[in-house]
C-alpha cells in the first residue's frame, strides 16, 4: 500500500469491522491513527453476524421480484421481513426511496457496484489478515443454499444460471448430493446450490478484536468515547465527543446506523436506515454442520463458528430505539428445527442477540471524501455485506485519501448521490 507523503493525525469513528480495517489501511500509510467509539472494538453489529462472505448477494435488496413478494413476507408471523406499525410513518420516506431503487436501470447499476466490491472482497482479506499475521481467521468453508419444496426449483435454476453468467462459481445438487455434503441438515430436502469457493471467519467478534489487537500494538490508540458532532476546524476538523473536544488532520466517519447523523451535522442528507438482525448463538452446538448454510426460503444463515452455532434471520425495519421483539427468537428456532436434523440446544442456553444493519435505499454503501469539508471522509452503509466488503473499503478509501487512484470505481458509492443540490450542480 502506497505510504502518504505526509502522515497526518487521522480520528476513525466507529470500532466495527469497516472502522477497524480502514484504521489498519491509514495507519499502514504512515498516519497517527485513532478510533472512536462509545463500546469496544467489534461490540456493534459486528459482534452478531453470520460470519460468512456473503459475495454472491449481489443483487440490490430492492428488485421488482423482492417488492412483489414483501407483502407476503410481512403479513408471515415467522417470515424474513418484519417492519413495527407504530415504525412505518417514519419509515415513508425511505420506503419510497427504496421502491424507486426497483427501477430496472437503478438495479443494473447496482448489480454492478456491488458485484465489483464482493468480487475484490476475498482478496483484500486475505492482504488484510496476512499484514497481521491472522490468515488463519478467515476459512475456505464453502456454502450451500438449501430449498425445502421441489416447488423452488425453476426458480433455484435460474439463480445459478444468473449467478454463472456474473462469473461465480456455482454447483447443482439434488437431494442426496446436500445430505452427503451436509449430514447435519434435515433430509427432508429438495435441491440446493453449493457455492465452493466461498468463505467465513471463525468468530467475527473475535477477528475484530485482533484487527483492534494488532492496531494498538503499531501505536493505535482506541479512544472508547462518542462522537457527538462533527465542526470544520481550519483545514482539519473538530470532534466534539462526550468527553470533550477533541481535533484532528483528518476523520473517517464509519459508525455503521448513525453515521447519517454525523453526516448530517455537515450539510448532507443522506436516507440511511436501520435493518435491525437477530441471531441465537448455540455455544455447545459449534460443528453440527461442517459449513455456513442459508435457507432459500425462510431466509436464514446457521454457520458453524468458534462461539458455536450462529443462526441469523430478519429484516426488520424498526430504528434503534425500539426495544427487541421476543418473537423473533422463537422463529428462529422454529427455522432452525426445521432444518437440522438435531434439535439439541435449541431451547436452552443459547445467546440471543439483536444489532443495527446501516442501509441505504439502493443497497450500496458511501465509499467518498465529503465534497465541501475535504477532512472527512465516509465509509459506512453497507447494509448485510459490512463482514464482506470491509477490508476492499479500508483499500478503496486510503488510497483515495492518498490521493491514489483506487482499484475500483467511485462513482457509485458518492455519499452525494442522494442529494438535489450535487446533482444538478
Not at 91 to 114: C, D, Q, Y
Not at 132 to 156: D, H, K, N, P
Request: net charge positive; proline share 7%.
Amino acid at each position: 500500500m502506497t505510504r502518504a507523503a505526509s502522515p497526518c493525525r487521522i480520528a476513525v469513528i466507529g470500532a466495527g469491522v469497516v472502522g477497524m480495517t480502514t484504521a489498519l489501511a491509514l495507519q499502514r500509510q504512515g498516519h497517527a491513527v485513532s478510533v472512536l467509539d462509545p463500546r469496544g472494538p467489534g461490540e456493534g453489529a459486528s459482534y452478531g453476524n453470520a460470519g460468512f462472505l456473503a459475495t454472491e448477494l449481489i443483487d440490490p435488496l430492492s428488485t421488482p421480484s423482492t417488492l412483489s413478494k414483501a407483502p407476503r413476507l410481512w403479513l408471515d408471523p415467522h417470515g424474513a421481513l418484519a417492519m413495527p406499525l407504530r415504525y412505518l410513518p417514519r419509515m415513508a420516506p425511505w420506503l419510497m426511496r427504496f421502491i424507486a431503487a426497483a427501477r430496472p436501470s437503478r438495479v443494473a447499476e447496482g448489480r454492478r457496484a456491488l458485484a465489483a466490491l464482493n468480487g475484490a472482497a476475498v482478496a483484500a482479506w486475505r492482504r488484510c489478515l496476512a499484514d497481521i499475521g491472522a490468515e488463519e481467521e478467515l476459512v475456505a468453508s464453502g456454502y450451500l443454499l438449501v430449498w425445502e419444496s421441489g416447488r423452488g426449483r425453476a426458480a433455484a435454476k435460474a439463480q445459478m444460471a444468473h449467478l454463472q453468467h456474473w462469473g461465480i462459481e456455482v454447483e447443482w445438487l439434488e437431494a442426496e448430493e446436500i445430505r452427503a455434503r451436509e449430514p447435519g441438515l434435515t433430509g427432508e430436502l429438495s435441491h440446493g446450490l453449493s457455492f465452493p469457493g466461498a468463505h467465513q471467519v471463525r468468530d467475527p467478534h473475535a477477528l475484530v478484536r485482533r484487527l483492534a489487537a494488532a492496531f494498538e500494538a503499531r501505536g493505535g490508540v482506541i479512544r472508547q468515547t462518542r462522537v457527538e458532532r462533527l465542526e470544520p476546524y481550519g483545514e482539519g476538523v473538530r470532534l466534539h465527543t462526550d468527553a470533550g473536544e477533541w481535533d484532528a488532520d483528518r476523520a473517517v466517519v464509519a459508525a455503521g446506523a448513525r453515521s447519517h447523523h454525523l453526516a448530517r451535522d455537515l450539510g448532507l442528507e443522506v436516507p440511511l436506515e436501520t435493518e435491525r438482525g437477530y441471531h441465537l448463538t448455540l455455544p455447545q452446538r459449534g460443528q453440527p454442520l461442517r459449513q455456513p448454510v442459508g435457507s432459500a426460503e425462510r431466509r436464514c444463515v446457521m454457520t458453524p463458528m468458534r462461539c458455536g452455532l450462529r443462526i441469523v434471520g430478519f429484516t426488520e425495519l424498526g430504528g434503534l430505539s425500539l426495544a427487541p421483539i421476543r418473537r423473533r427468537y422463537a422463529s428462529l428456532r422454529r427455522h432452525a428445527g426445521a432444518l437440522l436434523a438435531d434439535r439439541q440446544g435449541l431451547d436452552h442456553g443459547a445467546e440471543e442477540w439483536m444489532g443495527f444493519r446501516p442501509t441505504l435505499p439502493d443497497s450500496l454503501p458511501v465509499i467518498d471524501t465529503h465534497p465541501d469539508v475535504p477532512a472527512v471522509h465516509f465509509a459506512f452503509g453497507h447494509q448485510h455485506l459490512g463482514l464482506t466488503q470491509a477490508a476492499i473499503t479500508a483499500e478503496l478509501l486510503a488510497a483515495r485519501m492518498a490521493g491514489d487512484a483506487p482499484a475500483l470505481d467511485l462513482a457509485p458509492y458518492r455519499v452525494t448521490r442522494f442529494s438535489r443540490r450535487w446533482k444538478t450542480e
